[in-house]
């Protein structure tokens, strides 16, 4: 076996171990979903049908998921429910646009698009479901939540009645996975 030979090997044992990470990952989610369903849960957790009692009961939570058909009902009621707060809206493709422009701009023009992304005190990213076709801007929205949650920021993620339900990258996924779920009617 030449080299390239064992490079195209190791490139695909990399692949599919991406995979079945992502699969373990997307297995564990659902099994999390099923044991709240059943009332099996050992976590305290609950579904919530309601922005502002889901961060009343949860005032420790930095992260929620909010999903629901209709993205205009969702916008408005992030803005109902902080009122008074400074909030920032963006659809995942404005989120991936800026930041790509962002790091076309170079290092200080990344930081300063960083440094306004965590000064909101809400910031939301609507239709995450667009996230699976864009991994390397998942990535970014990943650093981003973690970095807003560590300052204690509140980060809205919402999307379609389906958007915690789909395949995405192992780190979005755990965000998605840990986020405090709200369902909209």
């Given at each position: 076996m030449n080299n390239s030979d064992l490079q195209g090997l190791k490139d695909s044992v990399s692949d599919v171990s991406k995979q079945i990470e992502i699969l373990q990952n997307r297995v564990a989610g659902l099994k999390k979903v099923i044991s709240?369903?059943?009332g099996n849960s050992s976590e305290v957790e609950m579904?919530?049908?309601s922005l502002p009692e889901a961060v009343?009961?949860?005032p420790d939570q930095t992260v929620f998921l909010l999903l629901g058909a209709d993205y205009v009902k969702r916008e408005q009621i992030?803005?109902?429910s902080f009122?008074?707060?400074n909030i920032d809206q963006k659809n995942s493709s404005e989120f991936g646009d800026q930041f790509l422009e962002a790091i076309r701009g170079g290092a200080e023009t990344k930081f300063l698009w960083n440094g306004k992304i965590h000064s909101y005190d809400v910031f939301q990213i609507d239709n995450v479901e667009d996230f699976t076709t864009r991994p390397h801007i998942a990535e970014e929205v990943?650093?981003?939540v973690r970095a807003r949650s560590r300052l204690g920021k509140i980060t809205i993620l919402s999307g379609n009645a389906f958007?915690?339900?789909r395949t995405y990258a192992p780190k979005m996924l755990e965000l998605i996975n840990n986020a405090t779920t709200i369902n909209l009617k």
């Open positions: 709240v369903i059943d579904l919530f049908t009343k009961a949860n992030v803005k109902e009122t008074g707060q990943v650093n981003r958007a915690g339900q």
